[in-house]
């Protein structure tokens, strides 16, 4: 296991790609966190007294785990596009273990855009929102913690579902048309049901879980613990959503089941 | 578990792919210390079963074992096995130095390999390109790199001659007679049987899936004698006098010539000139190997 985490290290160090999905995901960062005033004009600011910086900063974040899902969809699809899974194959047969080491792989790559994103986002922060106020560090840590395990997440669960997938485009298209369009239509469904429970289901959906995990903490910060979780409902567009433990917790569960797909599919299929 | 034979093992083989049946129960085994050939028309399952072999696909019925156990078993598959098959992918992007040291983690030997198969291969003045500019036969150089890395046991090679120049398949004849020669296994693959009759002591010959020869490559050769072809005035007295004289093996071809075996055309005239039979033609029929292995695999492009 640890020799295939090593050459799945080289294989990412020697291509451009995770530095070619880094670099729009920074470029957002800082357009957003330096106008981040627009993207955080449903909260009102009397005065200049709220850190805005937390709320740019998590939008921010939830953007680029579509950045880290891309990622790993195409560090494991791309070896079925470039025939390279037969290589990786000989000299790992046992294909899960591959499998586990991309997503481990992935997931790093993952934390690390968190990481870069957010450290840039700061930086973008102090110099285009200096009229409202600093947050504090202990908020900023923790979103960005946070927005880090979402991002290790959707990586190692795009990782996983390029194996299911086995094909680069379909997988890219497939996961960009959901998270971009498909969540939001399913949670709009949801939302208009007569039902509860179905409109509740919308924050088990993994976008949606990822978002109300990185919203949550700023949502409080920003609106105070009563009506926080309201705006959470609000940003994630989901009705009751868990505090953002139980929804990274329900990220963790659908990038297992995904994991577990890909275990078997990959197992099956033939390497022509 | 691992017996450490070197010994590679076909059982009964078959791969059906929706309606087609690429390989259709195969058994053969693969010896140490011999390069075995593997030898089939384009379609008739060379590839499928290579690639069942190395797990790669999962066989129909059957199995195929290596050392004793499915290759996906073997605790350093890479150290067992070496294999260059065909569609075998590189990242363009990637330098075939930085493909290597990747590999290299994963069979878990040292970086200085790279640098030892790259040498082997000569593509040391290449290795820091990308693979994407590299030619057919650079790409097939670095694939034999890669089996290479490992310093398996056995070589399994799915047409590595295909993109070689004349020198880069010479050195490969010699590399893999050494190779066996050392006490290793080589199965090597080819539809051509002129191009690995210089180099294999085995032979497995398959068509349509299945194995329609197997064996010492002497033994295909003696399967077939040589024999006199002679065309004459009165074939049916001629044969009558060589079958006085103890020659039995005689056959009247489609075109009224006489295919006379086990005799040489020095007898063959003699005879003739003591029954007093004209003689127009006399010729000796060669043995051709490769028509031996058309007639085998009686390949797609046969009419009739
Ligand atoms: N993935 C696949 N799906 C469907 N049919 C396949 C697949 N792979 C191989 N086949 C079929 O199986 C048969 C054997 O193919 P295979 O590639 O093993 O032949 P081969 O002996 O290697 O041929 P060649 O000399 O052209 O390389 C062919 O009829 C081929 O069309
Ligand atoms: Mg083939």
Redesign the pocket.
């Known amino acids: 296991m640890g020799r295939l985490l090593r050459a799945e290290l080289r294989k990412v160090s020697s291509t451009k790609l995770w530095w070619g999905l880094l670099v729009p995901a920074v470029v957002l960062s800082i357009i957003i966190n330096v106008f981040g005033g627009l993207f955080t004009a449903a909260i009102p600011d009397d005065g200049g007294r709220l850190p805005l910086l937390l709320g740019s900063l998590a939008y921010t974040l939830g953007l680029t785990a579509v950045f880290a899902a891309c990622y790993g969809v195409v560090a494991t699809a791309g070896e079925f596009r470039h025939r390279t899974v037969t290589t990786t194959y000989l000299l790992g047969p046992r294909r899960w273990q591959v499998q586990l080491a991309a997503m481990g792989v992935s997931a790093v790559v993952g934390a690390g855009y968190g990481a870069v994103v957010a450290l840039v986002g700061v930086l973008a922060g102090v110099a285009g929102q200096a009229g409202s106020a600093f947050p504090s560090v202990g908020a900023l840590v923790a979103v960005t913690a946070i927005g880090m395990v979402v991002s290790a997440l959707w990586a190692a669960l795009g990782a996983a579902l390029g194996v299911v997938v086995g094909n680069q485009v379909g997988g890219l298209v497939g996961v960009l048309v959901y998270l971009l369009l498909g969540e939001l239509l399913i949670s709009a469904l949801l939302n208009s049901a007569a039902s509860v429970t179905l409109q509740r289901l919308t924050s088990y959906l993994p976008g949606n879980a990822g978002d109300i995990a990185i919203y949550d903490i700023p949502a409080r910060v920003l609106a105070g613990p009563q009506i926080g979780s309201r705006l959470v409902e609000t940003l994630a567009g989901v009705t009751a959503p868990p505090p953002w433990w139980g929804a990274l917790l329900v990220l963790a569960v659908w990038t297992a089941a995904v994991g577990a797909t890909g275990w078997v599919v990959g197992s099956r299929r033939?390497v022509? | 578990m691992n017996d450490r034979s070197g010994r590679v093992t076909v059982q009964g083989l078959s791969?059906r792919?929706?309606a087609?049946v690429?390989?259709d129960g195969v058994t053969f085994s693969v010896e140490p210390g011999v390069v075995t050939g593997f030898l089939?028309?384009?379609?008739?399952?060379?590839?499928?079963?290579?690639?069942m072999i190395v797990g790669l696909i999962t066989p129909t019925t059957g199995d195929a074992r290596v050392n004793g156990v499915p290759f996906a078993e073997l605790s350093d598959p890479a150290r067992v096995v070496g294999a260059v098959l065909?569609a075998q992918g590189f990242h363009p992007a990637r330098t075939a130095r930085r493909h290597l040291l990747a590999c290299a983690a994963a069979i878990g030997v040292p970086d200085a390999a790279v640098d030892h198969v790259l040498g082997t291969v000569g593509l040391t003045a290449d290795a820091d390109r990308g693979v994407g500019g590299y030619s057919l036969g650079m790409r097939q150089r670095l694939a034999l790199a890669v089996a290479l890395l490992g310093d398996p046991q056995v070589l399994i090679l799915?047409?590595p001659g295909n993109g070689l120049d004349p020198e880069g398949i010479a050195w490969l004849r010699a590399f893999l007679r050494a190779f066996a020669a050392q006490g290793r296994s080589v199965l090597v693959?080819s539809?051509l049987l002129g191009e690995v009759e210089q180099t294999v002591d085995h032979l497995v010959v398959?068509s349509k899936?299945r194995c329609m020869f197997q064996g010492p490559l002497a033994q295909l050769r003696g399967s077939r004698r040589a024999r006199v072809l002679v065309r004459c005035a009165a074939p049916a007295r001629l044969a009558d006098a060589l079958a006085r004289t103890g020659v039995l093996e005689i056959d009247t071809l489609p075109d009224g010539r006489l295919g006379v075996a086990g005799t040489d055309p020095v007898h063959v005239g003699d005879v003739a000139l003591a029954a007093g039979v004209a003689i127009y033609g006399l010729a000796e029929e060669k043995i051709d190997l490769e028509q031996l292995f058309f007639q085998l695999t009686a390949g797609p492009w046969r009419a009739g």
């Open positions: 033939d022509t | 791969k792919f929706g087609v690429a390989v089939g028309p384009n379609g008739s399952g060379k590839t499928t079963t290579l690639r065909e799915d047409e693959s539809h398959i899936g």
